[in-house]
């Protein structure tokens, strides 16, 4: 690691060393969380007072270093963070560490931003707010009071809807399927001190799995306190709706019982009553499930967790939230096509004679991607309408730049469900998500990711692990490869166009089709008996095919796109580049459409047995322009098949057609 940067590190923990231990010592809990690199720069504090938690929780951004010095003060930098550091759920407070005196100075981002008409670069740091032994209870107190005036003007402003459902009811008419995922969740809450977070993208049914099991007779018998369900608004279009606990604490009394003149006005007092009111039920023999749905954000319900083992607790969330103790993690996926059929039946009506057009409704059904929330909605357009064909809307949604248009009826939209996931979304990973769509294919390599987004593969990789803890993309079954869903994948897409240059576009596909072109004629060479390099890319025939297997679709529409926007040379030797795999696989057509397609060429021969190799001839009607480089001379770097390796070849290919 680079002198500099180790350096670096030093500096950037070095202060929050110092501010976690002052706050530690004064008895507050303080956890770091993800600051967007790798030095951990931002805390998590939950405010204690006398040591018993008020309920209050704060984020600290700890910065180090001289850049933030000043002349006569210091200063933290705004940047892309002034609309979450202002609206968040939690108050945000800025702490510089001097390194040359060991001194903390202080300030309140979201104070500050919330009183600036516009937000400003940098927020200042004045040298008379010193973090130290002798000012460390009057900042908490400054913070608690500021807290808790922020949290009471949002309780004013939000509705949060909390319920108690009592007994066990029949399975809901609009539920599917999903067996082994409610097994798991009862086997979770029934074994003692077990809790589960359900995740998963948009629309794909958490809030209805867990609606469904917690009313089954086994849940209930094990919760005699009841099930209460709180919905936390994280995912709202309405920032402001995000509910605390500052706000969850009073209905959340409420429905446990507790009469409204006994309420305290202040969310410490009544954290304080919520946890002694769970704590009576458990020693009474009357545990309660309680139900956070729709969290964002692990500050949302960190506060409200009971403290007894005895409860339980069900998180539905469409992000991965954190380390949370006990928690054990449900990831929610698409329906199977048959569990997709019995949907739309259910919503039509299984009179429906559209229903009976097997081809249609499966076609719909993929192009939803078998996201619940895609299929009711198309299920709700053609109840709607009844002079609409399945096959008109097939024809609808296979506009790919429309689509998300189409899936839209009412007040629900999928488009919507996804704008919310995005702007959720940590700033620094927005871009990146969009980008990938830059790839012209849902599914891709880590390799691939790596060249679209311009950085190496470890980053790659880690960018795309915390897409995958937002749930807008996933890994594969196959190693090292990621997917999104086809509708997040379209969604992407229209961000990218939006908010991405041309140039950068055309900039990070030049950079794909290089690693592409390079990595397709390795395989190609393998499989002609010649591979290169030392050691090759490929290590046999096999090896070459099953690269190959994956990597085909992702190939071909490379090769497209490149056609599309002039990069003729790579595509031309894109698609010369799976002729001889297409040929052993049996897909001959497809070889010839290869050839022909991107710089107009034509094929002259064929041998008489209908294998394809080398044994085609290519004329170009638009040669390379003058004085143009092309990056892969088949001429020169693609020797037709020897008997000897054919023969070898085709042993190895026989075990893997």
């Not at 709180?230 to 009073?250: E, L, N, Q, V, W």
């Not at 960018?463 to 993309?473: D, E, P, T, V, Y």
Request: glycine share 8%; net charge negative; proline share 4%.
């Amino acid at each position: 690691m680079p002198e500099r940067v180790t350096q670096s590190r030093r500096i950037e923990r070095a202060g929050v060393n110092a501010l976690r231990a002052l706050l530690e010592d004064h008895d507050q809990i303080v956890q770091e969380i993800d600051g967007g690199n790798d030095y951990g720069e931002d805390l998590f504090v939950m405010l204690t007072k006398d040591g018993e938690r008020t309920g209050v929780a704060i984020t600290i951004q700890v910065k180090s270093g001289n850049k933030y010095k000043r002349a006569h003060s210091y200063a933290i930098p705004v940047e892309g963070h002034a609309n979450d550091w202002k609206n968040g759920l939690l108050s945000v407070l800025g702490v510089v560490f001097d390194v040359a005196t060991g001194q903390l100075f202080w300030a309140n981002l979201t104070e500050c931003l919330e009183s600036s008409e516009e937000a400003p670069s940098w927020i200042a740091v004045p040298r008379e707010q010193e973090l130290n032994e002798d000012t460390i209870q009057s900042f908490l107190a400054l913070t608690h009071k500021f807290v808790e005036a922020r949290s009471q003007r949002r309780i004013e402003e939000a509705s949060l809807h909390v319920t108690r459902l009592s007994g066990t009811s029949g399975a809901s008419p609009r539920f599917v399927g999903r067996e082994k995922e409610q097994q798991a969740i009862r086997d979770m809450l029934t074994t003692m001190g077990r809790r589960v977070l359900v995740s998963g993208m948009a629309g794909v049914g958490k809030t209805s799995l867990v609606d469904q099991v917690v009313r089954h007779h086994d849940v209930s018998a094990v919760f005699s306190g009841g099930v209460i369900v709180t919905d936390m608004h994280g995912f709202s279009a309405h920032h402001t709706r995000m509910a605390s606990p500052g706000i969850a604490y009073g209905p959340l009394l409420s429905v446990l019982g507790v009469p409204g003149d006994e309420i305290p006005r202040t969310a410490e007092g009544q954290a304080a009553l919520y946890h002694r009111t769970l704590d009576a039920l458990d020693a009474s023999g009357n545990p309660v499930l309680m139900v956070f749905d729709n969290v964002a954000e692990l500050s949302q319900v960190a506060e409200l967790l009971p403290r007894a083992d005895a409860h339980g607790v069900v998180l539905t969330s469409r992000s991965r939230l954190g380390v949370l103790k006990g928690i054990e993690t449900i990831n929610l996926d698409c329906l199977s096509l048959e569990e997709s059929n019995v949907l739309l039946t259910q919503i039509l009506g299984p009179e429906d004679q559209r229903l009976h057009t097997p081809g249609p409704i499966r076609d719909l059904c993929t192009l939803c991607g078998h996201l619940p929330l895609a299929l009711s909605i198309s299920a709700a357009i053609l109840k709607d309408d009844v002079g609409l064909t399945a096959d008109d809307l097939v024809a609808e949604l296979r506009e790919e730049k429309s689509r998300l248009d189409v899936l839209h009826f009412g007040d629900t939209a999928v488009r919507a469900a996804l704008q919310v996931s995005l702007a959720r979304l940590d700033c620094a990973m927005r871009d990146p998500f969009c980008r990938l769509s830059i790839h012209p294919g849902s599914e891709m390599s880590e390799q691939a990711a790596s060249a679209v987004l311009g950085v190496s593969v470890p980053q790659t990789r880690s960018l795309l692990r915390r897409l995958s803890q937002a749930s807008l993309i996933s890994r594969s079954s196959a190693a090292s490869r990621w997917w999104m869903h086809d509708l997040v994948y379209l969604f992407a897409a229209e961000q990218c166009e939006k908010k991405v240059s041309d140039s950068d576009r055309q900039q990070a596909f030049s950079r794909l089709t290089e690693v592409y072109c390079q990595a397709s004629l390795n395989a190609d060479l393998t499989l002609r008996g010649t591979p290169e390099g030392n050691p090759p890319q490929f290590q046999s025939a096999t090896e070459a095919l099953s690269w190959l297997d994956l990597e085909c679709a992702n190939l071909q529409a490379s090769a497209r796109v490149a056609r599309d926007i002039d990069l003729t040379e790579q595509a031309y030797a894109l698609s010369m580049h799976l002729i001889v795999y297409l040929d052993l696989r049996g897909r001959i057509t497809e070889g010839l459409q290869s050839a022909q397609s991107p710089t107009r060429r034509r094929v002259k021969s064929v041998t008489p047995n209908g294998r394809l190799g080398l044994s085609i001839t290519l004329e170009s009607t638009s040669p390379p322009r003058a004085g143009s480089k092309r990056p892969f001379e088949l001429s020169k770097r693609q020797p037709p098949l020897q008997n000897g390796s054919a023969s070898w070849m085709g042993n190895a290919t026989q075990q893997s057609v």
